[in-house]
């Protein structure tokens, strides 16, 4: 079936630095999500994306996260500068439409970031 | 705001065995209901969903029912296999554009050989 990739897996950084976590979507789909899951809890909404622009964000979205898919290219989430409560896991999702009820969202393998 | 409860963090079975992982929910307006598996390695995985009260969603042999009136979603197989070892997720989405998925805490199901 249709696959999400998500670049790096795995990304270690300092607490302060920047991070850009890479998400290749499925090649049709005009909608883009971020969750966020931190160990042993829910998986948890952050934020999705629609033609060059932010529909929905949760609270979770600080004001250092950013998210942009310039020309049709990987669409990123950006941390800056992070901080030690945003190690989790990130997952990254696609859908072809909007709305819940009618197009199933795709999710990559997601990407572990750890903020020492 | 909206919530996922799933009942059982952890389930161990063996082969053939019936699954039932419990799931209620609590939301405003009418949502829609959705299960996804996640395989070690890999993101969740659509399962199925259903959109209104007493519609039964299904797939692979699971199936679950929507019960508006209890505000369940429970997910049920009736023999399992090895190969259905995964973390099971309920989740909902309460319409509008976004398509903003709210998850339960998942339930790690094992299933021995």
Known sequence: GPKVLQIPSHQIIDMGQMVTLNCDPVSNHLYFYWYKQILGQQMEFLVNFYNGKVMEKSKLFKDQFSVERPDGSYFTLKIQPTALEDSAVYFCASSLGEGWGNYEQYFGPGTRLTVL | ?113
Do not use: M
């Open chain 2, 1 to 113: 705001g909206d919530s996922v409860t799933q009942t059982e963090g952890q389930v161990a079975l063996s082969e053939e065995d019936f699954l039932t992982i419990h799931c209620n929910y609590s939301a405003s307006g009418y949502p829609a209901l959705f299960w996804y598996v996640q395989y070690p390695g890999e993101g969740p995985q659509f399962l199925f969903r259903a959109s209104r009260d007493k519609e039964k969603g299904s797939s692979r042999g699971f199936e679950a029912t929507y019960d508006k009136g209890t505000t369940s979603f429970h997910l049920r197989k009736a023999s399992v296999q090895e190969s259905d070892s995964a973390v099971y997720y309920c989740a909902l989405a309460t319409g509008g554009l976004s398509g903003k998925l709210t998850f339960g805490e998942g339930t790690q199901v094992t299933v021995i050989s």
